[in-house]
């Protein structure tokens, strides 16, 4: 109850209808006042923590990947994590940030969207999806909240990809990489990904992607997670260990030796 009674005060309650959050560009943009809170038991060291999320377009689809990695202060604190998700059929999004704040704020969109699919009929684009996240996250902005995401996904206009952040940051690209093992991913994303990419050959790059972040960042390592959006809904790849790779690239450069 406690974040509802904070979005009510804000005029963006939850339980909102959806229109209530379509407003004019200039009242979004409208600068909100310093936040005037602040932390009642501040920690006594900075909690450093990193990932390696990407999502891309092409002619197929959209799709997303990450690593399984969840970091706190320079130790893993979760090997296994989930930091790509579902939202609904044909929406899917990655978490960068705070795993708490990406995991609450998800929850929160998966069920506005789908209060809105059960009103109307029909579901939100993605970029309607992407406003609805933005303009719920703005309240927030200058807090310690910490959500950087990349919702990726299909509708009428075909595959699209946004980046959110809850500094208020909103973008629409066809290539996002986000996190501390973002420079290594874009390295090889740059120069591999294109529109005419098949759905084999686009898993293959985000694959490799994420394998030379986790090789070089130290936040960011143990599996990697592939998610395609097509016009038929998402599916997920099998969840593959990156260390058997790494060996494997290993043995091979070694000419074949153990």
């Known amino acids: 109850m406690a974040l509802e009674d904070v979005c009510k005060s804000r005029g963006l309650a939850p339980s909102a209808p959806l229109s209530d959050f379509y407003v004019p560009v200039a009242e979004c943009l409208r600068e909100d006042p310093p936040w005037s809170g602040s932390p009642q038991n501040p920690l006594p060291f900075e909690m450093s923590h990193g990932t390696t999320t990407l999502a891309f377009t092409f002619q197929g689809g959209a799709l997303a990947a990450g690593d399984t990695r969840s970091s706190c202060n320079g130790r893993v604190s979760r090997p296994d994590a989930q930091k790509v998700k579902p939202i609904h059929s044909h929406l899917v999004a990655t978490s960068s940030g705070t795993s708490a704040d990406c995991a609450l704020w998800k929850r929160i969109l998966t069920r506005e969207l789908r209060l809105y699919q059960l009103r109307h009929g029909r579901r939100v684009s993605t970029c309607g999806a992407a406003k609805l996240l933005w303009r719920m996250l703005l309240p927030f902005k200058g807090t310690k909240l910490c959500v950087a995401t990349t919702l990726c996904g299909w509708d009428e206009s075909g595959p699209a990809v946004f980046y959110v952040h809850s500094n208020g940051r909103r973008l629409r690209g066809t ?68 260390k058997e790779e790494y060996y494997r690239e290993r043995k091979t450069r070694r000419g074949g030796t153990g």
């Open 175 to 242: 290539l996002f990489s986000v996190g501390s093992g973002s420079p290594y991913a874009y390295g090889v994303l740059d120069q591999a990904v294109e529109w005419g990419m098949t759905a084999e050959e686009a898993t293959r790059v985000a694959r490799e992607a994420v394998y030379r972040a986790t090789h070089r960042d130290a936040y960011s390592g143990n599996c990697v997670d592939v998610y395609l959006v097509t016009s038929t809904g998402w599916t997920r790849t099998r969840r593959e260990d990156l």
